[in-house]
């Protein structure tokens, strides 16, 4: 004949394996957290960024590199077909003088010490790299205005000027 079980042999099994069963349950549900949201194609380092991610109503990214690691680099450059190099170079480098991003350093590290020390900006604007404008550049003395960044951006500049852009 089965012993009955009383009261307070279930309050205190419950009592002891509640914490056991939770602890238990913890992995598991990160597990099930950190599944859901790659499903939702977000990588997540930890359960704690999982169970931190429930309480978030509004998520800002900033792709600058504050929660990236920047480290784009220039590695080489390409003018296009009829476009002396050594112009390009110059023009990639005076376009560069202003833009503190990783971008813009690493293209004056490529181009060498020496280059970047010849280029001449006597009596020009020189026009830092902003996220509004998402160009860099240089209006020399003569009026010339060289300038790098978004290809939509650079559009709008060429049109502006009268000028046409390349397909």
Excluded: H, W
């Excluded at 009261?7 to 599944?35: E, H, K, N, R, W």
């Excluded at 080489?76 to 050594?86: C, D, S, T």
């Excluded at 004056?108 to 026009?127: C, D, P, R």
């Amino acid at each position: 004949m089965p012993t009955p079980i009383t009261v307070a042999a279930f309050v205190s099994l419950f009592v002891c394996l509640i914490p056991t069963t939770i602890g238990g349950l913890l992995s598991a549900i990160g597990v099930a957290g950190m599944d859901r949201a790659l499903r939702a194609n977000v990588i997540t380092k930890s359960g704690k960024a999982v169970e931190t991610a429930g309480d978030i109503d509004v998520l800002l990214l900033d792709k600058t590199g504050t929660i990236t690691i920047g480290n784009r680099k220039a590695t080489r450059f390409y003018p296009a077909p009829g476009v002396n190099e050594q112009d390009f170079i110059q023009a990639c480098v005076l376009s560069s003088l202003a833009d503190d991003t990783p971008e813009g350093k690493s293209i004056l590290e490529l181009a060498g010490e020496q280059v970047v020390k010849n280029a001449s900006i006597t009596g020009a604007q020189l026009i830092k790299f902003t996220a509004e404008t998402r160009t860099s550049g240089v209006i020399l003395a003569d009026k010339t205005d060289i300038r790098k960044g978004a290809q939509d951006a650079i559009l709008r500049i060429a049109q502006q000027a009268g000028n046409t852009f390349p397909g």
